[in-house]
């Protein structure tokens, strides 16, 4: 009975948790354990250095990423177990933003946070395959492709420090957001 009550708490948590959670667990594997379907559309972006590839686990999935620099910036492409495309997410500096799109953007996190800091800022392109290779190869937006922005940032709540991810639309409008969860270790991570 105890095992059972045990099992019922942890999944309701689970549920809580993802709703309004973020937690991604990221283990390197080699290619040739990725899906052949994500490989092709990496082939095709032309990356500049060498690929390094994910399977991520979070709280109701698993999908895979490869890492490279395309254009000499940091690049995710994140697909589904199956090996379909999900997005392409570019690391950006806010001068790259659109001047009015990021004012929208901070002052959201500014009424949101009496004090943030940000920590990672990405471009977000997704929809037809062909037309996001287009757009990253060619290092620009492509009509017909959705663009937006995620921005992890660092603030204090209730006295305690956390992460929160922020997604918005090409114009700077709030979609969602999910405190992301730090995964504990005992071992020391290289």
């Given at each position: 009975?105890?095992?059972?009550?045990?099992?019922?708490?942890?999944?309701n948590l689970a549920i809580h948790l993802n709703g309004q959670s973020k937690f991604e667990k990221e283990v390197r594997v080699q290619e040739k354990f990725v899906p052949e379907q994500a490989?092709?559309?990496?082939?095709?972006?032309?990356?500049?250095?060498?690929?390094k590839w994910y399977r991520e686990t979070g709280f109701n999935?698993?999908?895979f990423e490869a890492k490279?620099?395309?254009n000499k910036k940091l690049h995710s492409i994140e697909f589904a177990a199956d090996g379909s495309f999900e997005d392409v997410e570019i690391v950006i500096?806010?001068?790259?933003?659109?001047?009015e799109v990021y004012e929208n953007i901070v002052q959201y996190l500014h009424?949101?946070?009496?004090k943030q800091k940000v920590l990672k800022l990405q471009v977000q392109y997704s929809g037809n395959e062909s037309l996001v290779i287009e757009s990253v190869k060619n290092n620009t937006i492509v009509k017909g492709i959705t663009v937006r922005?995620?921005?992890?940032?660092?603030?204090?709540?209730?006295?305690?420090?956390?992460?929160?991810?922020?997604?918005f639309t090409d114009h700077?409008?709030?979609?969602k957001s999910a405190g992301i969860v730090m995964q504990n270790s005992d071992n020391i991570e290289f």
């Amino acid at each position: 009975m105890k095992n059972l009550l045990i099992v019922i708490v942890l999944t309701n948590l689970a549920i809580h948790l993802n709703g309004q959670s973020k937690f991604e667990k990221e283990v390197r594997v080699q290619e040739k354990f990725v899906p052949e379907q994500a490989r092709n559309f990496v082939r095709q972006l032309e990356p500049d250095s060498r690929v390094k590839w994910y399977r991520e686990t979070g709280f109701n999935q698993i999908s895979f990423e490869a890492k490279t620099k395309i254009n000499k910036k940091l690049h995710s492409i994140e697909f589904a177990a199956d090996g379909s495309f999900e997005d392409v997410e570019i690391v950006i500096k806010d001068e790259e933003v659109p001047v009015e799109v990021y004012e929208n953007i901070v002052q959201y996190l500014h009424e949101k946070h009496e004090k943030q800091k940000v920590l990672k800022l990405q471009v977000q392109y997704s929809g037809n395959e062909s037309l996001v290779i287009e757009s990253v190869k060619n290092n620009t937006i492509v009509k017909g492709i959705t663009v937006r922005y995620e921005v992890v940032v660092s603030t204090r709540s209730e006295g305690e420090y956390e992460m929160v991810e922020y997604l918005f639309t090409d114009h700077g409008s709030f979609i969602k957001s999910a405190g992301i969860v730090m995964q504990n270790s005992d071992n020391i991570e290289f």
